[in-house]
């Protein structure tokens, strides 16, 4: 991997189900714990606490440092060696990107009375991703929530539109 035009970024990037996912939030915010509970369920950690990420053919893709491939590191349980807890297959050296989730420990979504939150996005090599904001106090799993939004992504559920219909049938 050529050095050059790399953009760094401050997170977690893991592959869940085949999808490459960019953690971001607050230092101590969860991000490496959220990482681990990942692993637990068969997911892949590709990078901690700082990501790597290069425009190429294949889209934006996103690396881990040399100095951290295949760790992991919580305040609570210190250095974690992916491979040797988790097997060969747990960790690897890069993904595609294709979606950004944002940790944050306030619920920045309760003044939307919408039925579909707004959208945010960030960007990385210049490419704008869709961000879910998910709130750390909020009792769901994260990874449930997570991997209910990538099913939504990979579904292009209109559920918002349907419920209209079906409300504006049933008003009539």
Known sequence: MSLEHLESHHGV??????QGIFIRGQPNIGKSSLALELLYQGHKLISDDIAEFKNTSKGIMGYCPPLTSGLLHTREL???PVLQLFGKTAWQP???LSHVVLLHHNDITKNNNTLT???EYYTICQTPYPVLCLCTKNPASLIHRIQTWLALQLHNSDAESAFIKK???AMV
């Open 13 to 18: 990037l893991m592959n869940i189900d085949g």
């Open 78 to 80: 210190g250095l974690i």
């Open 94 to 96: 890069e993904t595609r």
């Open 117 to 119: 939150p707004s959208l």
């Open 167 to 169: 409300q504006r049938k």
